[in-house]
């Protein structure tokens, strides 16, 4: 499991762990090293500050996204503390909406900042009625939409097969602030993978595996992968998951017209397990 893992969720997936949305955590004070970091007493003070500088933007395209600039000026220590993401598969994304009271569905700062476009409601926040911004923003009433479970997960389950993967967000570790949606146009991806910098999200608790007897070799799979971890094989007319480079997101699978993509723990995958980054 990844050092989350460990050191926030007692040995269990540490976004499955129910003290990490708890308001307590929300209200608590900030360690003096966290505040140095976060430059925030609170992370209620830091939710209000990211509400302000990445999510209104989005919605208004007033004013330029600011906060995106200072995650990335930041160590991937520093991001580890601030404002860290993991990859998740469907699957753990419809436990974790089954644990919070609240889901906001809002425009995504990220797609603001690579395209221009306002209002790309990319973005699920998970209890942000604690954070006080909803009424007190009247010109962002109508981006925001508040959902039931099942209409969070049927959008999200739509997103899975469009091919953007999930990711699960802290806004001061480990304090879940939302899930994500992401593709090529999200800062973080851009961050780390195409202009390599800050490394500010864990790859998931799994890869993916391709089961031979069942794959024709229909490629189909191939266009889903945002890392880049599948390859095909002509000699064998078959596709393959490179272990090394799978991010675990499994969005391969809802493209699969055979049902011939599983996910497994990473730590069952030897080539994989350990590799988080």
Same mark, same amino acid.
């Given at each position: ?10 040995? =269990? ?170 593709? =090529? ?28 007897? =069942? ?63």
């Amino acid at each position: 499991m990844c050092e989350f893992c460990t050191k926030h969720g007692e040995g =269990r997936k540490w976004y499955l762990e129910m003290s990490n949305y708890a308001g307590d955590l929300l209200h608590a004070q900030l360690s003096a090293s966290e505040q140095q970091i976060t430059a925030s007493k609170t992370r209620f003070e830091w939710t209000d500050r990211f509400w302000q500088g990445f999510v209104m933007p989005a919605i208004t395209g007033i004013t330029p996204v600011t906060e995106l600039a200072t995650f990335a000026a930041q160590s991937p220590e520093d991001a580890k503390v601030e404002h860290c993401g993991q990859v998740l598969p469907i699957e753990d994304v419809e436990r974790v909406l089954g644990m919070v009271d609240s889901i906001t569905r809002m425009p995504c700062g990220c797609r603001y900042y690579s395209t221009g476009l306002t209002d790309k409601r990319y973005c699920f926040g998970l209890g942000i009625d604690r954070w006080g911004v909803l009424g007190r923003f009247p010109e962002a009433a109508s981006s925001l939409e508040v959902l039931d479970r099942q209409e969070a997960l049927r959008i999200i389950r739509g997103y899975d097969e469009e091919g953007l993967f999930h990711s699960i967000w802290t806004g001061v570790t480990p304090y879940v602030i939302g899930v994500c949606n992401c593709d =090529r146009d999200c800062g973080a991806y851009q961050g780390y993978l195409a202009n390599p910098g800050s490394q500010d999200f864990f790859r998931a608790e799994y890869v993916g595996v391709i089961d031979w007897d =069942r794959c024709t070799g229909c490629k189909s799979c191939m266009s889903q992968c945002q890392f880049g971890s599948l390859h095909y094989s002509s000699a064998l007319g078959k596709v393959a998951i490179e272990p090394a480079h799978c991010f675990g997101c499994g969005v391969c699978r809802a493209s699969c017209p055979n049902d011939a993509i599983a996910l497994i723990p990473r730590e069952l995958q030897p080539v994989a397990a350990g590799i988080w980054h």
